[in-house]
């Protein structure tokens, strides 16, 4: 009998659920009674533990029994009938552990307030400093390109350019197309409260050539090519693709991002261009309909509204916001750390910094041609 595993039970008692435990609780079977212990913690909390019937017990057994009835602190739960020659050892155990105290969180304070701010903006210091240095190894790489055209990658540039501009018409012919109705109808809407309905041509030629149309498009170039450059380039870093082009003598930044920025600076012009026309046609429609005015009148308007300088403060963003979106792209994907976890995480960054850049350089933009009086 001496010998017989332990065992734990559940008994209903009259003064409710009670734990019954018997025979050797030693370090043999400690595996199988540690199972035994996570069955019966799945009932309800007893109000004692009966030992009466144990017949071996070790410095393991009774720390299986005291994890077994801790609720709270150590020796919650009494023990009841246990032999005289093993209350000095269960004692010893109840006195030293295991204790399961209930973790609190701790208020959080100004000062907490103030550390999360502060950790935050020096991790985007770091990342800022980070990007900064990824442009230089770009522009590093490009000159090298430069004094060695056959390092060039052609194939990949009209695959990308491809991707990024000719796929993307439809999605920014048609955002461009309703945000100049949008523009339209606002416009007009207001205007007319002033009789002046005639000057929504003049609003939607200026805000669509010189900071809707290029803005939109950036917008959904960062959401599109911007993430699927990070996506590419990151289960490339999963799958220890990119280590493999290092292993075999060739730089990624060649590889990799210089055919996706050249592509992107080639596309994004040419969409902002698609897009102007759709946004001027969606207004067009809008102002013909509100306005009371034939389209050759509209041309006509539209033609004395805008300049050829309107034009080209929308078109000169392009280049700048393509190479700001693919870097980071590029970027966020080269920092992607072995798991498709990482790959959904940077995605996301990369989409966010996007656009944050694309508005930022866009408010930069303004302000430069606000002091030029462009």
Known sequence: MADQPGWIKLVQGPDGAELRAGGAWIVEHAAALDRLIAETAKAAPPKALDLAEVTLLDSAGAWLLARATSQGEAGAVPWLNLAAEFQPLAERVLAAGPKV??????????????????????????????????????????????????????????????????????????????????????????????????????????????????????????????????????????????????????????????????????????????????GLLGGGVMCVLLVDITFSQYLGLLNNAVTATHFWVGMVKAPVFAILIALVGCFEGLRVSGSAESVGKMTTRSVVEGIFLVIIFDALFSVLFSILSI
């Open 101 to 278: 105290t209930p973790e609190r969180p701790r208020p959080r304070t100004f000062v907490d307030w103030v550390a999360d701010v502060g950790e935050g903006a020096e991790e985007v210091f770091s990342e800022t400093l980070d990007l900064v240095a990824f442009f230089g190894e770009f522009v590093l790489a490009l000159g090298r390109v430069i004094l060695r055209p056959r390092r060039f990658r052609w194939k990949p540039l009209l695959v990308h350019i491809e991707q990024t501009g000719i796929n993307a018409l439809p999605i920014v012919g048609l955002i461009s197309f309703l945000v100049g109705v949008v523009l339209a109808y606002q416009g007009a809407d207001q205007l007319r409260r002033f009789g002046a309905q005639i000057f929504t041509v003049n609003m939607v030629g200026v805000s669509v050539l010189r900071e809707m149309g290029i803005l939109l498009t950036a917008i959904v170039v960062a959401g599109r090519s911007g993430s699927a450059f990070t996506a590419q380039i990151g289960t490339m870093q999963v799958s220890e693709e990119v280590d493999a082009l290092r292993t075999m003598g060739l730089d990624p930044m060649e590889v990799l991002a210089i055919p996706r920025v050249a592509a992107l600076v080639i596309s994004l012009p040419l969409l902002t261009f698609f897009a102007d026309l759709m």
